[in-house]
């Protein structure tokens, strides 16, 4: 009944959002080809320093032990009842009740379990999809004061794989191969989101 199976469904989750978006999204570099200005986003990087995606991500795991206090909580009533049930004499009215109340239980400990999941699920889905708005509206802004003409996003994947599937896939999804380290205006992206979520903090 543990939640650790909610952490599957929840990377595959975030790898989507991170990887299907191909456009603008994380490692700003920049550089200009005569009139022609770039820039590249490592939102891995951006997701990783983000200290509004750092908060809300303690508050998911926070309430996710919750949710996990809970049901052990609810699973050792069904064991104490279980072993208190087969100290009753079969076929008594007594353990009856209890065989009937345990049954109750197991049912609800099943049902709250996988309520918690759903809620765990749809709470990590909109809170990375409101931070992943929140990256490209950023990006957007740094292109439109910057005056960019294109913003690409740059992976920097872990190949070391040991499934060729595996390594086919991280090599297909990177999309910059090559860029000088001055054009990397990663740390402006994340510095400016949270220099506003700094301030949204103290407006509270």
């Given at each position: 009944?543990?939640l650790?199976?909610v952490?599957?469904?929840i990377?595959?989750?975030?790898?989507?959002l991170?990887t299907?978006?191909a456009?603008?999204?994380?490692?700003?570099?920049?550089?200009?080809?005569?009139d022609?200005?770039i820039?590249v986003?490592?939102?891995?990087?951006?997701?990783?320093?983000?200290q509004k995606?750092?908060d809300?991500?303690?508050?998911?795991?926070?309430e996710e032990?919750?949710?996990?206090?809970?049901?052990n909580?609810?699973r050792?009533?069904?064991?104490?009842?279980?072993?208190?049930t087969q100290?009753l004499?079969?076929?008594s009215?007594?353990?009856?009740?209890?065989e009937?109340?345990?049954?109750?239980?197991?049912?609800e400990?099943?049902g709250y379990?996988?309520?918690a999941?759903?809620q765990l699920?749809k709470?990590?889905?909109n809170?990375?999809?409101?931070i992943?708005e929140?990256?490209?509206?950023?990006?957007?802004d740094?292109?439109?004061?910057?005056d960019?003409d294109l913003?690409i996003k740059?992976?920097?994947?872990?190949?070391?794989?040991?499934q060729?599937s595996d390594?086919q896939?991280?090599?297909?999804?990177?999309t910059?191969?090559?860029h000088s380290?001055?054009?990397d205006i990663t740390?402006?992206?994340?510095?400016n989101?949270?220099?506003l979520y700094s301030?949204?903090k103290e407006?509270?």
């Open positions: 009944m543990k650790l199976y952490k599957m469904p990377m595959c989750l975030v790898f989507t991170l299907s978006f456009y603008t999204n994380a490692n700003l570099a920049n550089t200009e080809a005569g022609f200005k820039g986003v490592d939102i891995s990087s951006v997701f990783e320093k983000y995606r750092i809300l991500d303690l508050e998911l795991k926070e032990k919750g949710f996990q206090d809970e049901i909580k609810k050792k009533e069904i064991i104490d009842l279980d072993e208190e100290l004499d079969l076929g009215e007594s353990r009856s009740k209890n009937n109340l345990l049954e109750r239980k197991s049912v400990l099943e379990a996988k309520f999941e759903r699920l709470k990590y889905k809170f990375f999809e409101n992943y929140e990256v490209v509206q950023k990006v957007e740094i292109g439109e004061q910057e960019f913003i740059k992976e920097e994947p872990n190949i070391k794989s040991g060729i390594l896939f991280k090599i297909g999804i990177r910059v191969l090559y380290e001055s054009v740390q402006s992206v994340v510095g989101l949270n220099a301030k949204e407006s509270k």
